[in-house]
T-cell receptor, first 116, second 114 residues
Framework: AAGVIQSPRHLIKEKRETATLKCYPIPRHDTVYWYQQGPGQDPQFLISFYEKMQSDKGSIPDRFSAQQFSDYHSELNMSSLELGDSALYFC???????????????FGEGSRLTVL | KQEVTQIPAALSVPEGENLVLNCSFTDSAIYNLQWFRQDPGKGLTSLLLIQSSQREQTSGRLNASLDKSSGRSTLYIAASQPGDSATYLCAVSTGVAAGNKLTFGGGTRVLVKP
């Protein structure tokens, strides 16, 4: 079965550089979520999109921005990178909301960003 | 603000023993709770999803219970195997208005010894 695809899987950047992570949700999933997991930490919610519109925002720095495109893939753009941005970035997707029955989240393998 | 806690942080058992992993959350107004498995440096694999109206879910050797009023969930893994060694995370969703934003616990790192 198709899963959530993230690219690149690994990325090394210098401080103050820019990075872009891509996420391709499972077919028919219209909701995308981004999470950041620092070393030894639990995943922290960054931002989510539903039908190409931002639906919720978490602890995402102003240096980061994201969007969801017409084909439902999403990109997370990170500028002025800092050492503390080194983390595993997960994308997750879910089926359309069905009333109050919120759907299961399926996560990608993650993109590991290392900032030197 | 929702806080999720998992105890113990680490657990080591001999193969064949049953595993009991605990998760507690401070705000009982949840919409669902999801258990995940994470192998080192890897992604999150969904194990079980329990809607707030449910009390338990089962999948193979896995059984998860939910007591919303007391803010607790327990994941049982029967007859553990070395391949069950991983970190197990629980996460709660706190409302439709928030979409399905999940708040994660710190995880329980499990080691099953052959």
């Amino acid at each position: 079965a198709a899963g959530v695809i993230q690219s690149p899987r690994h990325l090394i950047k210098e401080k103050r550089e820019t990075a872009t992570l891509k996420c391709y949700p499972i077919p028919r999933h219209d909701t995308v979520y981004w999470y950041q997991q620092g070393p030894g930490q639990d995943p922290q919610f960054l931002i989510s999109f539903y039908e190409k519109m931002q639906s919720d925002k978490g602890s995402i720095p102003d240096r980061f921005s994201a969007q969801q495109f017409s084909d439902y893939h999403s990109e997370l753009n990170m500028s002025s990178l800092e050492l503390g941005d080194s983390a595993l970035y997960f994308c997750a997707s879910s089926l359309p909301l069905a009333g109050l029955q919120l759907r299961e989240l399926f996560f990608g393998e993650g993109s590991r960003l290392t900032v030197l | 603000k929702q806080e999720v806690t998992q105890i113990p942080a680490a657990l080591s058992v001999p193969e064949g023993e049953n595993l009991v992993l605990n998760c507690s959350f401070t705000d009982s107004a949840i919409y669902n709770l999801q258990w995940f498995r994470q192998d080192p440096g890897k992604g999150l694999t969904s194990l079980l999803l329990i809607q707030s109206s449910q009390r338990e879910q089962t999948s193979g050797r896995l059984n998860a219970s939910l007591d919303k009023s007391s803010g607790r969930s327990t994941l049982y893994i029967a007859a553990s195997q070395p391949g069950d060694s991983a970190t197990y995370l629980c996460a709660v969703s706190t409302g439709v208005a928030a979409g399905n934003k999940l708040t994660f616990g710190g995880g329980t790192r499990v080691l099953v010894k052959p």
